[in-house]
Structures are given as structure tokens and as C-alpha cells.
């Protein structure tokens, strides 16, 4: 009884952060707080063209060595200050040391299992692809991938990881002052396409409109 009192209270517990975690996320990227997402961003931002020029192992080495540097100043600092005015004030990060920074058990099952869910759904998805079940899907897929090789040919993966962290504190900002205008042009150009993707259903042979 106590167990499932005690599993039942870490389930909530674990809940309640994941909420406030992803609270947090969406005020960093609709830049409730300027400062702080101001912070995130260019920080993020340096990160990722950092990485652009130089490897990853020089980036983390990088910024290991600058960390460090401001760490353990500030470490023999304030060790001189307390010897000179003789106080006990203990260890500067005493209070970051005595934190408990470990993964929650339940939040890393969530997560795993979420994970899990969505390989299999991706995996499901590339088979019904590859092996034609639908056949306009398929050349759907194919127009994609066609695309996709003259993306590739200008950019590369870390461009495009730039491009989209710029976009990701961008685009919510944007959406949310113009909703309006983007849903009704949104409107417009789907129903442009379901037009186009109809016609071309209707031409060739065996393939079925699906049914929604």
C-alpha cells in the first residue's frame, strides 16, 4: 500500500517538472523573458558556429577551459577573502555540489518509451513507403528526396541545424503576431495542393483518394 502510495506521488512529482519543463521551453521560445532568451539564444547561437568552424572537440575543449578558468578564479577568491577577513563561509558552490542533479527513473522511462514509440511509427512508415503500399505516398516521398539532394548540395547538416535553431526562437514570435494572415494563406496554399494531389490520384491507375 505504502509502494503504490510512494510510486504514485513520484509519478505526479515527475509530472509536475515535466509541465514546468516544457512551460520553461515555450517562455525561452516566445521570448516571454528577453533576457533570459536573449541568453539561451546567443549562446546556442556562438555554440553552433563555433562548431561551423572549428571541430567539436576543440569547441568543448573550448568552452571547458573557459568555464574553468571562471570557476576556479572564483574559487581561490573568495578562499583569499575568507582568509583575509577570517571568515567561515565554507565552499563558494557549496550549494550547487549538495544538489541532487540526478535524472528522475520515471521521467527517463517516459522519455525512453516515447522514443521508442516513434521509431517503430518512423520505421512502419519507411517500409509502407519503400515498398509502394500507397502509391502516390510513395512518389510523394520521392519528390521529397529529389528535393532534398539539391538542399544537401547547398547546405550541410550543421547549416540547416543553425537555420532551424534560428527559426525555432523566430517562428513562434512571428505565428503569434500574424496568426491571422498565415493560417489564411496556409488555408489557401493546402487546399491548392489537395486540389493538385487529387488530379494526379484521379490519373493514374489504382490509386485511390484517401478517405478522411
Not at 6 to 26: A, Y
Not at 74 to 97: N, T
Not at 101 to 124: C, F, G, R, W
Not at 182 to 187: P, Q, R, S, T
Request: proline share 2%; net charge neutral.
Amino acid at each position: 500500500m505504502h509502494a503504490n502510495s510512494d510510486n504514485t506521488t513520484s509519478m505526479t512529482t515527475s509530472g509536475m517538472e515535466i509541465k514546468h519543463w516544457k512551460e520553461q521551453v515555450v517562455e525561452l521560445l516566445y521570448w516571454r523573458d528577453l533576457q533570459r532568451t536573449g541568453v539561451v539564444f546567443g549562446a546556442g547561437l556562438f555554440l553552433l558556429l563555433s562548431l561551423s568552424m572549428c571541430s567539436i572537440i576543440s569547441v568543448l575543449s573550448y568552452v571547458a577551459l573557459a568555464l574553468l578558468s571562471v570557476t576556479v578564479s572564483f574559487r581561490i577568491y573568495k578562499g583569499i577573502l575568507q582568509a583575509v577577513q577570517k571568515s567561515e563561509d565554507g565552499h563558494p558552490f557549496k550549494m550547487y555540489l549538495d544538489k541532487d542533479t540526478a535524472l528522475p527513473a520515471e521521467m527517463v522511462h517516459k522519455y525512453s518509451d516515447s522514443t521508442l514509440v516513434h521509431i517503430n511509427t518512423v520505421i512502419k512508415e519507411l517500409r509502407r513507403l519503400f515498398l509502394v503500399e500507397d502509391l502516390v505516398d510513395s512518389l510523394k516521398f520521392a519528390v521529397l528526396m529529389w528535393i532534398l539532394t539539391y538542399v544537401g548540395a547547398l547546405f550541410n547538416g550543421l547549416t540547416l541545424i543553425i537555420l532551424g535553431f534560428i527559426g525555432a526562437f523566430s517562428c513562434p514570435v512571428i505565428y503569434e503576431k500574424h496568426q491571422a494572415q498565415i493560417d489564411h494563406y496556409y488555408g489557401l496554399v493546402n487546399k491548392q495542393f489537395k486540389d493538385v494531389v487529387g488530379k494526379i490520384q484521379a490519373k493514374i491507375p489504382g490509386a485511390k483518394p484517401k478517405t478522411e
